[in-house]
């Protein structure tokens, strides 16, 4: 699962969004894989229910979220998308996020052996976060991408042919 082949591929990329809540945001932040179909509208109602049931799990840092939910529930292949918050959304643990990085998988293994390195070579460059939210095109995401290759932890892993 390569995370800049599944954006461009998936066309999922969405910047300078406006939601009113969380769940709007979780909902901006699928509709890119169901629009490709990488997963179907029961992915984001899993979503929505395992929030509910154990809290926003998914925020991995400070602004930053990585919804997802089992493979069984709607997912039909392995995908990413990224969307970015002109306005952060509270949470219920009042957790502030301006930045989703939704993650489709078909295994738990891709999960943590493959996309998991991946988002967090991303996320370790130098102000992300403030990156992404401040880009205006999608291009600027890819370039911030490109960047991230040269993570030590992605190199260490040999995960370029999945790059």
């Known amino acids: 699962m390569n995370l800049v082949q599944s954006l461009r591929e998936n066309d999922s990329i969405r910047l300078g969004l406006r939601a009113q809540n969380w769940a709007e945001a979780i909902k901006l932040s699928v509709k890119p894989l169901i629009d ?9 109602h899993a979503i929505l229910e395992l929030t509910e049931k154990y809290g926003p799990y998914y925020i991995l840092m400070p602004g930053m979220a990585m919804p997802h939910a089992r493979p069984e529930a709607g997912v039909n292949r392995n995908a990413f998308s990224l969307i970015s918050l002109t ?4 949470f219920s643990d009042g957790k502030e996020v ?10 738990a293994e891709i999960h943590t052996t493959v996309a998991i390195p991946q988002i967090v070579a991303l996320f370790e460059l130098e102000n992300s976060i403030e990156r992404i939210v401040a880009a205006k095109s999608k291009e600027e995401i890819f370039q911030m991408l490109e960047e991230s290759k040269n993570n030590s932890f992605l190199q260490e892993l040999n995960l370029d042919s999945e790059m």
């Open 36 to 44: 490709s179909g990488a997963v179907n509208e029961v992915y984001y």
């Open 87 to 90: 306005e952060p959304v509270t």
């Open 98 to 107: 301006s930045v989703l990085l939704t993650l489709a998988a078909i295994n």
